[in-house]
């Protein structure tokens, strides 16, 4: 029998590459000097995919060219940027990457958390600058006696938990549901978990069910001391409304790793001295990004081979 056609529509790790080159026909699209040409061509064959954001949106067009399409494996956790349901809705079947980067994603929240609380970036600024001789880098707020909201409770959003344990704040969570078990307070509206909170950290996942989860009512509600911090997705929230409230002073601060149209960055929120802004970087070190791109190829052999994949995502029945 033949090897399997695989299609790559934008570049991912060179291991990954290498792995799936090895086991698999695969097709590089962003190679292609005529990707439509070549879609035409191999698209009827194709019988795999692998994808990362990079990819852009593989929703019910990208089927209707794949005709032969079996499994979608996603390079990452959220999988916003697929139509799961649609996959669903042909037996096609989606798998992503959980498990192997809750506790990076975790540690990055707490140190963002941190940097925004404490003005770390500002402060190195401050020295590389040659500020520090004219006199000391202002005071900043703490993390002493905040009260944290978690927005998701998920695995990342528990590792993030964990964590802050250690620290000696008071933790809290919104979901959709309460969950057993879990003895954090339990809050049923982003508002009201806002509204009982010093800082709300964002970790629940992208797409439509979550758009604009965080509105200019749940900012006003979190205060003027208060703190943002997403690494979530920019979806998450209304970013003009979380734009206005950094400018009107009706939040504090905010530490974000996404944003709404990635990588741009509007101009006011970079010129801002009370944000810290990374480049989406919470999964984002070697090591993780590795055992990333071996999940997205052990997902793709496992099924070929006819073991099924090591990790399907969960479709929900109707719109959530
Ligand atoms: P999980 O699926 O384990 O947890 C998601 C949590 O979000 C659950 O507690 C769920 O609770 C809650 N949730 C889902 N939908 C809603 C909703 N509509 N309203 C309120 N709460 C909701 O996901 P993970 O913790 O593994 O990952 C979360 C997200 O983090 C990913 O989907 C991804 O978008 C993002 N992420 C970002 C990274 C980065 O680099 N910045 C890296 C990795 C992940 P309930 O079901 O009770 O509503």
Not at 83 to 94: K, L, Q, S, T, Y
Not at 107 to 117: E, V
Not at 146 to 152: A, H, Q, S
Not at 299 to 308: E, Y
């Amino acid at each position: 029998m033949t090897d399997p056609d695989i299609l790559m529509p934008a570049p991912m790790a060179d291991a990954v590459i290498a792995a799936l080159d090895a086991r698999f026909v695969l097709h590089r699209l962003w190679e292609q000097a005529d990707p439509a040409a070549c879609l035409a061509s191999v698209g009827p064959r194709i019988r795999g995919m692998a994808v990362s954001t990079l990819a852009g949106r593989v929703d019910a067009a990208s089927f209707d060219a794949l005709p032969a399409l079996e499994i979608v494996a996603n390079f990452g956790v959220g999988y916003d940027n697929i139509d799961a349901a649609a996959a669903a809705a042909r037996g096609i079947v989606v798998t992503n990457t959980p498990g192997v980067l809750d506790e990076e994603v975790a540690d990055l929240t707490i140190g963002l958390l941190l940097a925004t609380l404490r003005r770390i970036p500002q402060a190195d600024r401050y020295v590389r600058d040659g500020h520090w001789p004219d006199g000391s880098f202002p005071l900043s707020p703490t993390l002493r006696g905040r009260r944290i909201g978690l927005l998701g409770l998920g695995a990342i959003g528990k590792a993030v938990a964990r964590r802050l344990e250690g620290f000696g704040v008071a933790i809290a969570y919104h979901g959709r549901t309460r969950q057993a078990g879990v003895a954090y307070d339990y809050h049923d509206s982003p508002v009201a978990l806002a509204a009982a909170c010093d800082v709300l950290i964002a970790i629940v996942p992208g797409g439509a069910a979550t758009r604009h989860l965080v509105d200019a009512a749940v900012l006003a509600a979190l205060g003027a001391e208060g703190v943002f911090i997403n690494v979530a997705r920019g979806s998450v929230v209304d970013q003009a409304a979380l734009v206005a409230a950094l400018r009107d002073g009706t939040i504090g601060g905010a530490g974000l790793d996404v944003f709404e149209d990635e990588p741009h960055v509007p101009e006011e929120l970079r010129a801002m001295s009370q944000v810290v802004l990374l480049p989406h970087i919470g999964s984002a070190s070697r090591d993780t990004r590795a055992a990333m791109g071996q999940l997205v190829v052990d997902n793709l052999t496992s099924w070929f081979d006819g073991h099924g994949a090591v990790s399907p995502v969960s479709v929900p029945a109707g719109p959530r």
